[in-house]
């Protein structure tokens, strides 16, 4: 047994530096408020280990000068100032996209699981390495080199890529359901002006169905016009 960071490792597992599998880079300042066609992803955009809301964007003269700041499919990113211990997988559809000057990207080696090493970074005994490795006390922050000394427990590949495509569904199904909350929210929102000006009139249906949430029937699609 190896004893690591996130504990007893079973036999043909073994901790490594994460500078010792993967290519880091710090990102990099960009213009502010540029309404170009290429996507900036920074901190505001990592949330529960994917990348969430709007980017900002730059036009492609800026893009062509960062092409060494240019995203791959399979990267990670995580944030180096403020928020630590957010992260996120790039996917396909973030492909050329840039990162920015609050963001560290990740690049796996051959040895790494992309989807395994972004779930490594949500583990309790990670996130806490990352608060005390950080420097800073109003806004904390840690570097490429820091960052690189995290021990990584590495399992061997075909372990982690099952474990990756484990973790990878759960947040895919997270983020389905969040999808349903915000288009069931939008929904109500729609409505509320309508309901309270009469144009759109709640009732039961024929059935007998209450007013509970969820009764089949309760939202009729017509004003009553009598």
Known sequence: MVTSLVGELPNGWREVRLED???LRAGVTTSMGSD???AVVKPKNLADGRLRGIP???GDAEAARLSRYRLRAGDVVCVRTGGLGRHALVGAEQEGWLFG???IRIRPGEEVDAHYLNH???HAA?????RRNAVGSAVPSVSTLVLGTLPVALAPLDVQRSIGLVFHALTEKIAAHERICEATAELRDALLP??????L?????ETGSDHRPGSAGIMAADADKS
């Open 194 to 199: 309508l309901t309270f000006s009469g144009q």
């Open 21 to 23: 599998v993967a290519d």
């Open 120 to 122: 490594y970074l949500s």
């Open 126 to 130: 990670v996130q806490d390495w990352l």
């Open 56 to 58: 900002d964007r730059v």
């Open 201 to 205: 009139v709640p009732r039961v249906d």
């Open 36 to 38: 170009g066609p290429v």
């Open 101 to 103: 000057t609050g963001i």
